[in-house]
T-cell receptor, first 120, second 110 residues
Framework: GAVVSQHPSRVICKSGTSVKIECRSL??????MFWYRQFPKQSLMLMAT?????????EQGVEKDKFLINHASLTLSTLTVTSAHPEDSSFYIC????????????????FGPGTRLTVT | QQPVQSPQAVILREGEDAVINCSSS?????VHWYRQKHGEAPVFLMI?????EQKGHEKISASFNEKKQQSSLYLTASQLSYSGTYFC???????????FGQGTRLTINP
């Protein structure tokens, strides 16, 4: 159980265009989804927290108008990189929270396989 | 604030043991351990909660010292498949998000 899919796995786009990345929890309902960015050999940098039916909460320094997040249902969240530039090239990973142990707020996160974005 | 992991990298021969530490400057509610292989997403290993506990997963176990605000991951009789980068993610009371350490790169040689 606790499978998260992400699509596409790789995308190459031209500078100035927009790219949409989908994140789905396949066998559970995710109360919250997270979007991360990871540069080579570096840690996971949280970009935003996405709750179904409400606006995403962005981390400090992340441009909300550039990285649009929509959480349409308990199983789907999307990240749209608008007007992409070469510096946006990175590995983007989503995760979804699993309800966790009954009565305890553990919030285990299960990650999607990631999307490698290359902006030319 | 990002938790600190140590060591940053370790190289072992198959069958040897390793310990990876994760320390926080803030009071912890939970510690989550993940392993990531190159080009792939992190894979959940285990979670430890406030209250100080130990958990095991095959030959991988972990402890959580609430007083010291740190957790340790123990890998015994390492296998080639254990290679990868290990991340600890720290959770804090009232917050759903995790803050990840910088990672520990583990290399297992035959």
């Amino acid at each position: 159980g606790a499978v998260v899919s992400q699509h596409p796995s790789r995308v190459i786009c031209k500078s100035g265009t927009s790219v949409k990345i989908e994140c789905r929890s396949l066998d559970f309902q995710a109360t919250t989804m997270f979007w991360y960015r990871q540069f080579p050999k570096q840690s996971l940098m949280l970009m935003a927290t996405s709750n179904e039916g409400s606006k995403a909460t962005y981390e400090q320094g992340v441009e909300k108008d550039k990285f649009l997040i929509n959480h349409a249902s308990l199983t789907l969240s999307t990240l749209t990189v608008t007007s992409a530039h070469p510096e946006d090239s990175s590995f983007y990973i989503c995760s979804a929270t699993y309800p966790g142990l009954a009565g305890r707020h553990t919030y285990e996160q299960y990650f999607g396989p990631g999307t490698r974005l290359t902006v030319t | 604030q990002q938790p600190v992991q140590s060591p940053q990298a370790v190289i072992l021969r198959e069958g040897e043991d390793a310990v990876i530490n994760c320390s926080s400057s803030k009071a912890l509610y939970s510690v989550h351990w993940y392993r990531q292989k190159h080009g792939e997403a992190p894979v959940f290993l285990m979670i430890l909660l406030k209250g100080g506990e130990q958990k095991g997963h095959e030959k991988i176990s972990a402890s959580f010292n609430e007083k010291k605000q740190q957790s340790s991951l123990y890998l015994t009789a390492s296998q080639l498949s254990y290679s990868g980068t290990y991340f600890c993610g720290t959770g804090y009371q009232g917050a759903q998000k995790l803050v990840f350490g910088q990672g520990t790169r583990l290399t297992i040689n035959p």
